[in-house]
């Protein structure tokens, strides 16, 4: 089964840049989103179709890929932006969909 | 963004079905989009149930597949989550959100219930 993989944790101090990645076979021919969910809350999407942000995103929130990995950049972290961090995908077939692990992100 | 709310029991006993409906309000479930469930067990990561176009087509995680059966009932602008032969594995936190996309560029899921408990024990 197709698996995205990223790292299960990721500490930066306030106001630098912290960059959680996700590896994935397809990441080549299908878009990688990103969610953050925040201790007892329903996930958000802030990043969609690799390099997208939703209205009502901060800017600070950037998304990049290239091959087989995505990247989630979030330039100038703050403590607000703590939580737990989602890429997602599909398989090649494009109707399957897979979630990466998760990483946990904090910022102190 | 498109209020969703989950209802269902919160506590189904083994080997049993669950059964969750996903209520949508302010929007015609019948028009576009895709309408998904995700759930999240207790202190472990987002999995991917399954989701189905208003149209009728179906897509259901593998794992799962067996088990899983996403429907839609237009009149009441509804979406429903079965899930059969349960077992504690399956308890968890389950999301009923709105899907965009297509086979090209991948479904996602832009807006989310609150998502609703549900405990599988005897």
């Not at chain 2, 029991?9 to 996903?22: A, D, H, I, M, N």
């Not at chain 2, 309000?25 to 472990?44: M, N």
């Not at chain 2, 032969?85 to 308890?91: I, P």
Request: charged share 15%; with cysteine.
């Amino acid at each position: 089964s197709y698996e995205l993989t990223q790292p299960p944790s990721v500490s930066v101090s306030p106001g630098q840049t912290a960059r959680i990645t996700c590896s994935g076979d397809a990441l080549p021919q299908k878009f990688a989103y990103w969610y953050q969910q925040k201790s007892g809350q329903a996930p958000v999407l802030v990043i969609y179709e690799d390099t997208k942000r939703p209205s009502g995103i901060p800017e600070r929130f950037s998304g990049s890929s290239s091959g087989t990995m995505a990247t989630l950049t979030i330039s100038g972290a703050q403590v607000e932006d703590e939580g737990d961090y989602y890429c997602y995908s599909t398989d090649s077939s494009g109707n399957t969909c897979v979630f990466g692990g998760g990483t946990k992100l904090t910022v102190l | 963004q498109v209020p969703l709310q989950e209802s269902g029991p919160g506590l189904v006993k083994p080997s049993e079905t669950l059964s969750l409906t996903c209520s949508v309000s302010g929007y015609s479930i019948s028009i576009a989009y895709y309408w998904g469930w995700i759930r999240q067990p207790p202190g472990k990561g987002l999995e991917w149930i399954g989701h189905i176009h208003q149209s009728g087509s179906t897509y259901y995680n593998p794992s799962l597949k067996s088990r899983v059966t996403i429907s839609v009932d237009t009149s009441k602008n509804q979406f429903s989550l079965k899930l059969s032969s349960v077992t504690a594995a399956d308890t968890a936190v389950y999301y009923c959100a709105r899907g965009q996309g297509d086979v090209v560029v991948g479904y996602y899921f832009d807006d989310w219930g609150q998502g609703t408990l549900v405990t599988v024990s005897s």
